[in-house]
């Protein structure tokens, strides 16, 4: 099928055939033949680099009104909008910022861009645009099964089809276990596929030899490796090596961000594609040990990827890799889910990472998404994603995730937070008024699609009862309704258990002589809370941390005899004293070097408490309180 033969105006036609899409890939045939340019329901389960982009343009230039993307992540936002924007005679727009605003304005666009928790934050405050949606595309679907993120994509979805009768809904996943289930949740047509446009071959290393699924071998050369080389590490120079030589482009994927800089470092040992004009651009972007680190790595062809990194920098490693001015990314597995990042070999070195308890093996998709990015389309004639293991591993790690099917997607939105924070939502929000009514809003989940002989009302009688005494709710009167705290806590799009601690943290602060509360008792209120992205506390730190809690106790709101669990407090504490410094002057470069954590990490703080410090001061309006410390700390705290 060609481009010519699709319902799309001769512009939109011109402006593929332009971009040398002209024949549409299986993948998109079968999208269409499913009706995804007739307003249909379809999901696609299809693998990476198979035209999942072009399937979403389809529906959104044909459906009859404005059309809606929702994606994870704010870096695959803004890809996407760039996309879009490309687009002859469309308005594209993007939403990713504030969570505590309606932005009527996206009404007038013909494309929003748009994160899951940015569309469930403006159905919260009534955003009118949303009533006039006629299409709805949501990539990265199989993140429904994501503990945290999925159940605010589900409830997003359900909420969606509820308000918007007539809405055409196209997911877009990758290749999953269960893409039916889905697909009859959506009440959708499935499309699945494991067509590529580029052949891919994976397998497993050890003892120099590469065996792949399609009974082809390749020999490695390993220098011999000395008492204190690491094999697995060597191995994956050696891959990266052997692919740079021959024209091609690596991702070696690691544990750890540690892991990501040290393997680069390694690779650089190499200078496998000298780049040093791209080195003098990284450094342009702003000096820290980690961002001089990443320039110096540059020059010779390598550069890492990881959350620990600032925005500006990932977002160069990404460009620089797709205009092949990068030979090899050494990554965290996050950069697989993210942007588009194509490379002709795909090394996978480590296939376990820590959780926080202990080593646990990667989820067998998170290992295909990543063996999905070997192949670089009109670029390789094929990809290849090896992973690194011994004579002792190689069976298991071929069992495990060369010939293993990806998991189901199962819904996580019995999880005791998730529900909370959506029934307070479909409360406040005024889409229910009873335990009925609410059960009633959750029977078009995909959880109750999932367990359909759950009791709902049962299920949410609990949850009401922990929303009263969090004050957030009120079902004295034979109904459901918010209190003012709760309408208050929704709107800001914060937790309950977040709103319920900043309440408790300003009620105490009324009672604290006014010389007590400082920047750091407002700063301590919003970092004591979850949805402050936590920091890690070294052994060496606790100390330090200890003493710093005790000579600054009068101005914190928990008392450090009561903190429970004390570790997370003085975490809390940790946070709130790298923010109070930044308020104070102290650049990220000094911040970084003082308390072991990522320039990322900095950034990321700094918007979640600027978010926190607005929810903070809207609560206190709610109480009828004045603490004007979260405001004057707000302000400081904006970059």
């Given at each position: 099928m060609r481009v010519r033969d699709l319902p799309l105006s001769e512009r939109f036609v011109d402006h593929f055939t332009d971009g040398g899409i002209s024949e549409l890939y299986p993948p998109q045939v079968a999208a269409a033949d499913a009706g995804v340019c007739e307003g249909e329901n379809v999901v696609a389960a299809v693998p990476t680099a198979s035209g999942k982009t072009f399937i979403a343009e389809l529906a959104l230039l044909t459906a009859d009104g404005p059309g809606l993307y929702v994606c994870p992540l704010r870096a695959l936002a803004r890809e996407k909008y760039e996309t879009f924007d490309q687009l002859p005679g469309v308005s594209v727009g993007i939403s990713t910022g504030d969570f505590d605003a309606a932005e009527d304005e996206l009404g007038d666009h013909d494309i929003v861009v748009a994160t899951s928790e940015k569309v469930d934050s403006a159905i919260r405050n009534g955003a009118p645009w949303v009533d006039r949606l006629a299409c709805v595309v949501v990539d990265e679907v199989h993140l429904l099964g994501a503990p945290g993120r999925g159940p605010t994509l589900e409830v997003t979805l359900s909420t969606l089809q509820r308000r918007v009768p007539d809405l055409q809904l196209v997911a877009l996943s990758a290749t999953v276990d269960n893409p039916e289930a889905i697909a009859d949740w959506l009440d959708a047509e499935l499309v699945e596929s494991t067509w590529r446009?580029?052949?891919?071959?994976?397998?497993?290393?050890?003892?120099?030899?590469?065996?792949?699924d399609d009974c082809t071998d390749l020999d490695v050369v390993v220098p011999p490796t000395g008492p204190n080389d690491d094999e697995a590490?060597?191995?994956?120079?050696?891959?990266?090596?052997?692919?740079?030589?021959?024209?091609?482009?690596?991702?070696?994927?690691?544990?750890?961000?540690?892991?990501?800089?040290?393997?680069?470092?390694?690779?650089?040992?190499?200078?496998?594609?000298?780049?040093?004009?791209?080195?003098?651009?990284?450094?342009?972007?702003?000096?820290?040990?980690?961002?001089?680190?990443?320039?110096?790595?540059?020059?010779?062809?390598?550069?890492?990827?990881?959350?620990?990194?600032?925005?500006?920098?990932?977002?160069?490693?990404?460009?620089?890799?797709?205009?092949?001015?990068?030979?090899?990314?050494?990554?965290?597995?996050?950069?697989?889910?993210?942007?588009?990042?194509?490379?002709?070999?795909?090394?996978?070195?480590?296939?376990?990472?820590?959780?926080?308890?202990?080593?646990?093996?990667?989820?067998?998709?998170?290992?295909?998404?990543?063996?999905?990015?070997?192949?670089?389309?009109?670029?390789?004639?094929?990809?290849?994603?090896?992973?690194?293991?011994?004579?002792?591993?190689?069976?298991?790690?071929?069992?495990?995730?060369?010939?293993?099917?990806?998991?189901?997607?199962?819904?996580?939105?019995?999880?005791?937070?998730?529900?909370?924070?959506?029934?307070?939502?479909?409360?406040?929000?005024?889409?229910?008024?009873?335990?009925?009514?609410?059960?009633?809003?959750?029977?078009?989940?995909?959880?109750?699609?999932?367990?359909?002989?759950?009791?709902?009302?049962?299920?949410?009688?609990?949850?009401?009862?922990?929303?009263?005494?969090?004050?957030?709710?009120?079902?004295?009167?034979?109904?459901?309704?918010?209190?003012?705290?709760?309408?208050?806590t929704s709107r800001q799009y914060v937790s309950p258990t977040t709103g319920a601690r900043i309440v408790s943290g300003i009620r105490t602060i009324e009672t604290m002589a006014d010389e007590r509360v400082t920047a750091r008792t407002a700063l301590e209120v919003v970092c004591d809370t979850p949805d402050m992205h936590d920091t890690y506390l070294g052994n060496?730190?606790?100390?330090?941390?200890?003493?710093?809690?005790?000579?600054?106790?009068?101005?914190?709101?928990?008392?450090?005899?009561?903190?429970?669990?004390?570790?997370?407090?003085?975490?809390?504490?940790?946070?709130?004293?790298?923010?109070?410094?930044?308020?104070?002057?102290?650049?990220?470069?000094?911040?970084?070097?003082?308390?072991?954590?990522?320039?990322?990490?900095?950034?990321?703080?700094?918007?979640?408490?600027?978010?926190?410090?607005?929810?903070?001061?809207?609560?206190?309006?709610?109480?009828?309180?004045?603490?004007?410390?979260?405001?004057?700390?707000?302000?400081?705290?904006?970059?």
């Open positions: 446009p580029v052949s891919l071959r994976t397998g497993v290393y050890a003892d120099e030899s590469v065996e792949f590490t060597e191995a994956t120079v050696a891959l990266v090596e052997d692919a740079v030589e021959t024209g091609g482009q690596c991702l070696a994927f690691v544990r750890s961000r540690r892991e990501a800089e040290a393997l680069a470092d390694r690779l650089a040992d190499e200078d496998l594609s000298p780049a040093p004009a791209l080195g003098d651009e990284l450094d342009e972007l702003g000096g820290t040990a980690t961002g001089r680190q990443l320039s110096e790595c540059a020059r010779t062809g390598v550069g890492f990827h990881h959350a620990g990194l600032r925005s500006a920098h990932r977002v160069a490693v990404e460009n620089a890799f797709r205009d092949r001015r990068l030979a090899v990314i050494c990554a965290t597995p996050t950069l697989a889910a993210g942007v588009n990042v194509p490379a002709r070999r795909v090394v996978i070195r480590d296939q376990k990472r820590y959780t926080g308890d202990a080593m646990e093996w990667i989820p067998v998709l998170d290992v295909h998404q990543m063996c999905g990015r070997a192949g670089r389309p009109h670029l390789d004639p094929f990809g290849e994603a090896v992973l690194v293991g011994d004579a002792d591993a190689k069976a298991e790690l071929f069992d495990r995730y060369v010939t293993a099917d990806a998991e189901a997607v199962d819904s996580q939105f019995a999880d005791p937070e998730a529900l909370r924070t959506h029934v307070l939502s479909v409360v406040a929000s005024g889409f229910a008024d009873s335990l009925d009514g609410v059960a009633d809003v959750f029977s078009a989940t995909y959880y109750a699609h999932q367990h359909p002989d759950v009791d709902l009302a049962e299920l949410v009688a609990d949850v009401v009862s922990e929303l009263e005494a969090m004050e957030l709710l009120d079902a004295s009167a034979g109904s459901l309704s918010a209190t003012t705290l709760g309408a208050q060496r730190e606790r100390a330090q941390m200890y003493q710093y809690a005790r000579s600054h106790a009068a101005e914190f709101t928990t008392a450090m005899h009561d903190a429970d669990p004390f570790e997370e407090w003085l975490t809390a504490v940790k946070t709130a004293r790298i923010l109070h410094e930044w308020t104070e002057g102290s650049d990220i470069e000094e911040l970084v070097g003082r308390y072991r954590i990522g320039p990322g990490d900095v950034e990321s703080r700094v918007e979640r408490a600027e978010w926190l410090l607005g929810a903070a001061d809207a609560l206190c309006a709610a109480l009828d309180a004045d603490v004007p410390e979260f405001r004057e700390v707000r302000a400081l705290v904006s970059p």
